[in-house]
């Protein structure tokens, strides 16, 4: 089946520094990623719609800025969280887009922790 | 409005017990999918199914079965004989089909099953 990878699964870092996460399809081609954002006992929020050749699309609420995100070949997206601070510590998951069966399937990534210091 | 309710925050049944986890969903569109989701306390999500608003069967796979009732905008969760393992946190999701796809989840529910 389609597996998506992210990598850290989990970071440290110190307040001010920034943090790259990478998103991976393994065996399958993804023109299109998703970047969730999970903060504890919460559900999910979709951040950014990431698509791969083109800028990423942003929720509202979320800054570009602040997270950046490329999607530079169609198994690879990355989210940078640019000086971190506290508050940004939280569960950052992607998802991918693939057919299965003539019909798209949504898979997610295992997520990454994000704790900053 | 898009929206997915879980009124359920937390469940918590004794092994072997059924259990049926409730989702509500809004949406505007005519054609969208639901899913359910497993969130183990790893904290990978678990795709356990999908569902197109165009097909209102139940579906049935081992101890999991789902309600999918057009009528009342609910697409519940039934997990027959619980078990230990399926301790976790469950999410519903609406996938609106004009929104390339996007994910809007519920808020969750964690189900408990004690030995």
């Known amino acids: 089946g389609a597996v998506v990878s992210q990598h850290p699964s989990w970071v440290i870092c110190k307040s001010g520094t920034s943090v790259k996460i990478e998103c991976r399809s393994l065996?399958?081609?993804?023109?299109?990623m998703f970047w969730y954002r999970q903060f504890p006992k919460q559900s999910l929020m979709l951040m950014a719609t990431?698509?791969?050749?083109?800028?990423?699309?942003?929720e509202q609420g979320v800054e570009k800025d602040k997270f950046l995100i490329n999607h530079a070949s169609l198994t690879l997206s990355t989210l940078t969280v640019t000086s971190a601070h506290p508050e940004d510590s939280s569960f950052y998951i992607c998802?991918?887009?693939?057919?299965?069966?003539?019909?798209?399937?949504?898979?997610f990534g295992a997520g990454s922790r994000l704790t900053v210091l | 409005a898009q929206k997915v309710t879980q009124a359920q925050t937390e469940i918590s049944v004794v092994e072997k017990e059924d259990v049926t986890l409730d989702c509500v969903y809004e949406?505007?569109?005519?054609?969208?999918?639901l899913f359910w989701y497993k969130q183990p306390p790893s904290g990978e999500l678990v795709f356990l199914i999908r569902?197109?608003?165009?097909?209102?069967q139940n579906e049935i796979s081992g101890r999991y079965s789902w309600n999918f009732q057009k009528s009342t905008s609910s697409f519940n969760f039934t997990i027959t004989a619980s078990q230990v393992v399926d301790s976790a946190v469950y999410f519903c999701?609406?996938?609106?089909?004009?929104?390339?796809?996007?994910?809007?989840f519920g808020s969750g529910t964690r189900l408990l099953v004690r030995p």
């Open positions: 569902r197109n608003s165009f097909d209102e």
């Open positions: 998802s991918a887009r693939f057919k299965e069966a003539g019909a798209n399937v949504l898979t």
């Open positions: 999701a609406l996938n609106p089909r004009d929104s390339s796809y996007k994910l809007i």
């Open positions: 949406t505007r569109d005519t054609t969208y999918y």
């Open positions: 065996d399958f081609q993804a023109t299109t």
């Open positions: 990431s698509n791969e050749g083109s800028k990423a699309t942003y």
